[in-house]
């Protein structure tokens, strides 16, 4: 792992152990690891190391068993839930493996969803949720005549781009990608990663991209390797 001046960082997890409930031995068990801001960060490992784990630690859906995992200065666990909701909501856009869109609203009604829940969010794009929302999926490269179809009637390609539109808008400070292009051919998701990369970089956020492909380590500046930082192995994460 490179070392990262914690002066700078946006992440930083410090001798920090999961284990599931019920479960006798943790998922996870991480001494360090700490994320810069506005990094772009590559997080590889075979399923069921902890990637998804590690990923619920870092946006609060679950709290450390043991150590500390700050989030933009934050302690996390000494949030409550809807505490860490809120937080999450304001500050981290996520991108998820199946997308999460919701089926029957257009391009638009699904990328502005963020700015309905997050005041700072709805702050950041000033009042202009949906123009901004239309200036974000035409640098994605979306087609101008799909922003007002249902999201269901879109292909997976295309609504990838609509979920990192999602997470993109109101400049989150931090973007989290969980294994999103895992369904799409190898010359579409080059293009969307350096979309993705492109635009995390020109409104300054922070990216932690996960991925079991190591193809895609190579788009990357810095990468870790699960395996080798977590030392619980990860054979025990119930979701991968």
């Not at 784990?53 to 996390?76: D, F, K």
């Not at 919701?102 to 502005?112: G, K, T």
Request: charged share 20%; with cysteine.
């Amino acid at each position: 792992m490179d070392s990262v001046s914690n002066s700078s960082a946006v992440i930083t997890l410090e001798q920090v152990t999961y284990r599931w409930p019920k479960a006798s031995q943790p998922t996870l068990d991480i001494p360090e690891l700490t994320v810069k801001a506005g990094e772009h960060l590559f997080i590889k490992g075979p399923s069921g190391c902890g990637k998804s784990t590690l990923l619920s630690l870092l946006t609060g859906i679950n709290v450390a068993t043991s150590g500390q995992v700050s989030v933009l200065n934050q302690p996390l666990e000494k949030l409550t839930g809807s505490e860490r909701d809120r937080f999450r909501s304001d500050h981290i856009g996520y991108i998820f493996q199946q997308f999460n869109l919701l089926p029957y609203l257009s391009v638009i009604e699904n990328v502005v969803l963020p700015c309905q829940f997050s005041l700072l969010r709805r702050t950041n794009v000033a009042g202009q949720a949906k123009q901004k929302a239309t200036e974000l999926l035409h640098r994605l490269r979306l087609p101008q005549e799909l922003l007002h179809k249902p999201v269901i009637e879109l292909s997976i390609g295309q609504q990838q781009r609509v979920a990192a539109a999602r997470a993109l808008i109101g400049e989150p400070s931090i973007v989290i990608a969980d294994e999103p292009t895992s369904a799409l051919d190898f010359d579409t998701r080059t293009l969307f990663i350096e979309l993705l990369l492109e635009e995390a970089d020109r409104v300054g956020s922070t990216l932690v991209f996960v991925s079991h492909d190591p193809t895609l380590e190579k788009m990357f500046k810095r990468s870790v390797y699960l395996p080798e930082l977590n030392r619980a192995g990860g054979q025990h994460e119930s979701d991968r």
